[in-house]
């Protein structure tokens, strides 16, 4: 089994180093760099070696520093009693998540080129990597869960009780779909699991998770304890029946069959494609009175409101009850100008990730991508320079005004706050928060844009094959969570803002006039 081990790490990480060759191929003005032959050269696959190692260890951590962060250390350091709304809603995710993602046969192409392409045995290659999964998830959890629980208050012993019941879980779930597949698998068919069922479980365990933290309420840590070693005894069994299971083979000739991988691998992008598809307005009277390529988007424009415009007006609805609310409050609750009054001066750069998640710029670019320029692409025309500038200009148009919408109540709807709850000595402000969200708008209206034509990160399956553009985006929602909590003056952080703004619309702007046409097509 180690010697099996041994072979199928190595598999998975020249797969991992190719793929990051590829990446590497990815970047722009680099690309031209690395010739394909370099994909045999020993020295930069040693650096791709090193790459791939040391992004492995980082995401033994990250993903479960990003889960926990968001959904448990966030929400619980907003609570009362925040060591105790942290175990609550940790142990309830643990169990929702210990039911839906068990890692046992978590598809994968080294997979399938370990075992029917290499012959190595299934059953020892799929033992050994699970344990080895399972090794990996629990020093990633008592690492990240320590860190958090004791940010929150947390009794260090119950920090480490919690990634033994994660790791607890995992095997006996896992054994429960090997004996559910080991039975519905037959020729390559399966009578599909109940995963409506799985869905209805996992539902309730989220609500545990967090409707008793905001009620003050959470599970006792001597039951998380009491569960836990319940966990262990039945995961056990559990491991010993995964471990002595035979026929790995036919159920991972079922999960990893070349026809289901690319099934596998495309079904969040069928999702996509039906939902964007399923939202067209197919009305034969729609038209406008304009020409050539103006006359082509404002038709695809009216043709896709219901996805480009309706989560736009949804959204601008919703804020502008917060702010009748806020406005309300303000006039009849005298009380709470001071903090009103604080918040908007200090803490403007929290609404630098309000406009990033009202930001309505990726939904745009993906239904653009997935109804015309998949197909459109293909054709030699649509990928002239006049075409694609003069397209370029009419969509950046359109999203400026989509993302306006929200933007425009937020921006009128803080400076008349600020003026309610007592309002400030220096009249600039006033009109420094209004064009601070502006800019804001601005920025992700043109950063969307531009990026979508310079690095346009699809193939023609809506599969991501841009790593740079993933970066990109992950960096940027980086920052602005970063900023989120930090108390920076208005006078500050606004101007800040608006010049970086502009600076960046005017660069990004040149850039994308003269590289869109040569980077605007179809990935590979």
């Known amino acids: 089994m180690l010697k099996t081990f041994a072979h199928s790490f190595r598999l998975a990480n020249a797969y991992k180093v190719n793929t990051v060759i590829y990446s590497l191929k990815s970047i722009p003005l680099i690309n031209r760099l690395l010739p394909d032959s370099l994909y045999s050269s020993k020295g930069l696959k040693s650096f791709a070696v090193v790459i791939s190692a040391i992004w492995q260890f980082i995401m033994i951590f990250l993903g479960k520093a990003i889960y926990i962060g968001l959904m448990v250390f966030l929400p619980a350091s907003q609570m009362k009693n925040p060591a105790e709304a942290f175990l609550n809603i940790l142990f309830f995710l643990t169990l929702a998540g210990g039911i839906t993602n068990n890692g046992l046969f978590d598809p994968s192409r080294d997979k399938y080129y370990a075992m029917f392409i290499m012959r190595l045995d299934a059953r020892d290659y799929t033992v050994s990597n699970y344990i080895y999964y399972l090794l990996k998830t629990f020093v990633g959890f008592i690492v990240v869960t320590l860190v958090f629980g004791l940010l929150c208050g947390v009794n260090p012993f119950y920090c480490i009780v919690i990634p033994f019941m994660v790791c607890a879980l995992k095997p006996i779930f896992g054994s429960f779909n090997l004996m559910y597949d080991s039975r519905h698998i037959t020729h390559l068919k399966h009578e599909g699991f109940p995963y409506s069922a799985v869905l209805v479980v996992d539902a309730v365990f989220i609500a545990a998770a967090y409707i008793p933290a905001l009620l003050g309420v959470s599970i006792p840590g001597l039951a998380v304890l009491i569960v836990t070693l319940a966990l262990l005894v039945a995961s056990a069994f559990a491991l010993s029946y995964i471990i002595k299971f035979k026929n790995y083979r036919t159920i991972q000739l079922f999960v990893l069959n070349p026809q289901n991988l690319a099934m596998n691998k495309s079904v969040e992008t069928q999702r996509t494609q039906s939902m964007f598809q399923n939202k067209i307005d197919t009305d034969v009277n729609i038209t406008s009175n304009k020409t050539g390529y103006k006359y082509f988007n404002e038709i695809f424009m009216k043709r896709h409101s219901k996805i480009l415009t309706k989560s736009a007006k949804k959204i601008t609805a919703v804020l502008a009850v917060i702010f009748a609310v806020l406005i309300a409050v303000s006039l009849f609750v005298p009380n709470v100008s001071e903090e009103i009054n604080t918040f908007i001066l200090n803490k403007l750069s929290l ?59 937020i921006a009128v709807g803080l400076p008349l706050l600020l003026f309610l709850n007592g309002g400030t000595d220096n009249a ?10 502006i800019a804001m708008s601005l920025f992700f209206s043109v950063h969307t844009i531009v990026l979508y034509y310079l690095m346009q990160p699809y193939n023609e399956n809506m599969e991501m094959k841009n790593a ?23 006078i500050i952080f606004g101007i800040s803002v608006c010049v970086f703004s502009v600076i960046y619309v005017c660069v990004s702007f040149a850039i994308a006039y003269r590289l869109a046409p040569k980077t605007f097509r179809l990935r590979r």
């Open 468 to 490: 740079v553009y993933g970066i990109v985006n992950m960096v940027t929602y980086f920052v602005c969570y970063y900023v989120m909590d930090k108390e920076i003056p208005v």
């Open 428 to 437: 600039a402000l006033y009109p420094l928060i209004f064009f601070t969200i």
């Open 351 to 409: 609404f630098l990730i309000v406009m990033y998640f009202i930001n309505r710029g990726r939904t745009m670019t993906q239904a653009m991508f997935v109804n015309c320029d998949h197909s459109m692409l293909a054709y030699r025309f649509y990928r002239q320079p006049v075409a694609v500038l003069n397209l370029f200009i009419q969509r950046l148009k359109y999203i400026v005004f989509v993302n306006l919408m929200p933007a425009s109540v």
